[in-house]
C-alpha cells in the first residue's frame, strides 16, 4: 500500500500500479545513480503485465475472494474434511 502521510490517505494499494509509481516518480528525490535504474524497462513490460495479470487472477483476487467468505468457506472446507473422514472410516470397514 502507498500512503500518503501528509494527506493521511491510501494513493494506491495495487502492487504492480506501486512498482511502476515508483520507477519514475520519485527519481527527482533520490541519488540520480540510483534513479538510471529501470524496474520496468520497456522491452519487458509485456512480459511483466502478463505474469502481473497472472498473479492477481490466480492468486491475489481469490485469496480476497476468500477473505470475505471466510465463514463460508470455513464451512465448505469443514464439510469437506468431514466428508472424507467419513470416507476413510467407510473404507476401513
Known amino acids: 500500500m502507498l500512503w500518503d502521510k501528509k494527506n493521511q490517505k491510501i494513493v494506491n494499494n495495487e502492487s504492480s500500479e506501486i512498482i ?5 516518480e520519485f ?3 533520490i541519488p540520480a545513480d ?3 535504474i529501470d524496474i520496468y524497462p520497456k522491452e519487458l513490460r509485456e512480459e511483466i503485465d502478463s505474469a502481473n495479470e497472472w ?3 490466480a ?6 475472494r476468500c477473505s470475505l467468505a471466510f465463514e463460508a468457506l470455513t464451512c465448505w472446507l469443514y464439510r469437506r ?12 470397514i
Do not use: P
Not at 59 to 64: C, D, E, L, T, V
Not at 81 to 92: A, D, V
Open 27 to 29: 527519481n527527482d528525490l
Open 20 to 24: 511502476r509509481i515508483f520507477n519514475t
Open 55 to 57: 498473479v492477481y487472477n
Open 81 to 92: 474434511r468431514l466428508q472424507g473422514w467419513f470416507c476413510e472410516q467407510h473404507r476401513s
Open 59 to 64: 492468486i491475489n483476487s481469490w485469496s480476497f
Open 34 to 36: 540510483k534513479a538510471k
